[in-house]
């Protein structure tokens, strides 16, 4: 058992009931305290570790860290880069600090002063740089759902689609963190009936509930990264809500796939929780039929049962769930993911952010976007003040939230929160 999941720690920090961040999660995010520089830190509850300051009170001196400048950094990329086996080493040191009968911070006044905050006493900031971003389309149902309303139902999945982890490359400059409010996109679009398109607002924004893993360790130009070596990659998870304008898509998307419609704005939750708190729930994924090829076949358990709800609320009204899906729907799993992503030479970066593409389930309340819920805008989403919606209007917001859940503990990634503002 890794030491920091141990079901039977506790915490001498108070953590509310049902809340994402007990003792055993250990995320790390980048925080900014007023008047101060952003800084890593962790979470435990509602209180923010500053993970700079636990540095400057010594409390890391003993594992084995050539920079600790890591800690000061307005970003995660240069802690990431010293490897999977510090990332354990810190977590764990951490796990032992607040474990309720551990005394070494808990006696020290000036060191708890300093290092502990309320969760809204900080800005949280997008804990990576991130230098390059792939998104995934690794959902069979969404994949199925998709080419019934816009193909053959009879032919809903492309010949390649059970054989290759089909993926884009994105548009990393616009990934935002969580409460960053992004305007409608501005675009061109054409209506089945016109004959010219037209120039304007797009009609039909959308949400994807998608999760992305992030890069803590870089390949060279021309390597493999074999399905076998991708979990030493692989440093953690966030929610994503890539948002979509499918108006300005169906226009653009002949012959190179979604521009415009996807470089508006994509949204991370700002906590990265790490591999290793999400290891205790790993579970099988579906049947692959036929087959993989060898480079993708792998061993053990690959999805992860994350609970995964969004719900929609009007200005000044009240949330609505609109979506209740789980993460272990996904057919391709991460590490399939990202050993196809290598397996022609491409490199890879510390910071590199890879979506999983719109995580839907088997039933029509589990779709993950509303282009589904609503199947193409003709079974409206009815709202808990009687309003009705086909995609996003002006002034919605989108809240996606997501945990794993057992006998013992929850472990969660908090909200990621969209609002969706009139264009410019």
Partial sequence: MIAANNPRLKTWIEVPENSDFPIQNIPFGIIKPAGKEPRPA???????????????????????????????????????ALGAPIWSAVRNRLSELFNIDNTELQNNEGAMANCLCGINDVEMMLPVEVGDYTDFYSSIEHATNVGIMFRDPENALLPNWKHIPVGYHG?????????????????????????APSFGPSRLVDFELETAFITGKSSKLGEHVSIE??????????LFNDL????IQKWEYVPLGPFLSKSFGSVISPWIVTMEA???????????EPAVLPYLEFTGKKNIDINLEVSLSPEDGDDTIICNSNFKFMYWNMNQQLAHHTINGC???????????TISGPTPDSYGSMLELSWKGTK??????????????????????????NSNYRIGFGECVTKILPAK
Wanted: no cysteine; hydrophobic share 35%; aromatic share 8%.
């Fill in 42 to 80: 962790t979470r435990i509850g509602d209180t923010v570790i500053d993970l700079s300051t636990l540095t400057d009170f010594g409390y890391f001196d003993e594992l084995d860290i050539d920079n600790y400048g890591v800690f000061l950094a307005p970003v995660l990329n240069d802690f990431m």
């Fill in 380 to 405: 409206p989403i009815k709202l808990s003040d009687g309003s009705e919606r086909k995609f996003i209007q002006d002034n919605d917001t989108i809240t996606m939230r997501g945990h794993a859940q």
């Fill in 278 to 288: 999400l290891q205790p729930f790993m579970v099988e994924g579906p049947k692959q």
């Fill in 244 to 247: 979509s304008a499918r108006d």
């Fill in 347 to 357: 490199n890879i970066n510390i910071g590199d952010m890879y979506g999983s593409g």
């Fill in 171 to 195: 548009r990393s400059s616009s990934i935002v963190v969580s409460g960053t409010e992004i305007h409608r996109p501005m675009g061109q679009t054409k209506g089945d009936d016109m004959k």
């Fill in 229 to 238: 070596e991708t979990d030493d990659y692989i440093f953690g998870m966030v």
